[in-house]
Each structure stands twice: as structure tokens, then as C-alpha cells.
């Protein structure tokens, strides 16, 4: 499998990612020994990066990946996405960027995984509610505290862009 860089620190991963939004039942029930079978055979074919998030499952995901990874976690490039509020009884669900939120969805999914740290932490839905300056200063902090390595947003505006990578990298 080749290799691409994904952050500017120079890790480099596989050119094809795992996305494991499946292993939270998704798609159809999953059990945990099909997911790990699942990461077994992405390793054998080269396969290093893994995509996840906090919402996928309520961290049923992220706990799968971590139960596999323990022990292990030098295999794979983890990025988790988080922002997504989700109410387990209703079902309801909201975007929140605010900085005490996006710092407890950072601590519990590097809880769930089992890591200190994760490769990449993307913002999973924008909130223009939130200035997005205040939203980089947010994940600077994180990246600064080596909780994380690299900021990404999985959907975004080009104009929001280019001011959040005015505040930093």
C-alpha cells in the first residue's frame, strides 16, 4: 500500500483510510469480533488510518477501535471527528463548538480509544454561532497540549477556511 504524508510533522499514511462508522451498527448490526476482523484485514492489505467519530455509535466506534488498538496503538493513524450532540433516549441531536464542549468530546474519545493523543481531531458540523477564529483557538489549545496533532473540518465553508487558517496550524 503506498503512502501519503497527512500532517506537515511528516506522518504518513496509507492512501486508502478505513472509515469505521460500520462498527457502530450503522449499517446493520455489527459485532465487536466482526469489527476487529474488520481491522485485521485493513492491516493486512496496508491499511493504517482509521476515521472515526464521537457520534458514531454514542463512542461505540471509538471504543471498538480502542479494544483492538490496546497495546497496539503504533499500527494505526487515528483521526475522530467530534461537535455532534446526540440525546441517547430521544434521539434528538445538535451541533455545539464551543470550547468545554469540544474539550469533553476530545477527553472521552481519547478515553474510548485508549490513546493520549489522536493523529487528526476534526470539527464533524460548523456552528456559525461560534466565531470561527474562536473555534481555531479552541483546537490550537488541543494541539498545543499534544492532545492532537492536526485540525480538520469535515465540512466548512472556503471563506471560513482561509480565516481559520489565518489564526494558526
Known sequence: MKKRQLLSNGTRVSEVGLGCM???????????????????????????????????????SETIIGSFIRG??????IATKGSIWRDPETGERGIRNDAPYLRECLEKSLSRLGVDHVALYYVHRRNPEIEIEELMETLLAFKKEGKIGGIGFSEISPASLRRAAAVGT
Not at 497496539?72 to 493513524?77: I, L
Open 72 to 77: 497496539n496503538a503504533d499500527k494505526f493513524t
Open 22 to 60: 460500520s462498527f457502530a451498527g450503522f449499517y446493520g448490526p455489527t459485532t465487536e469480533t466482526e469489527a476487529h476482523g474488520t481491522l485485521t484485514a485493513a492491516l493486512d492489505l496496508g491499511i493504517d488510518f482509521l476515521d472515526t467519530a464521537d457520534v458514531y455509535g454514542l463512542g461505540k
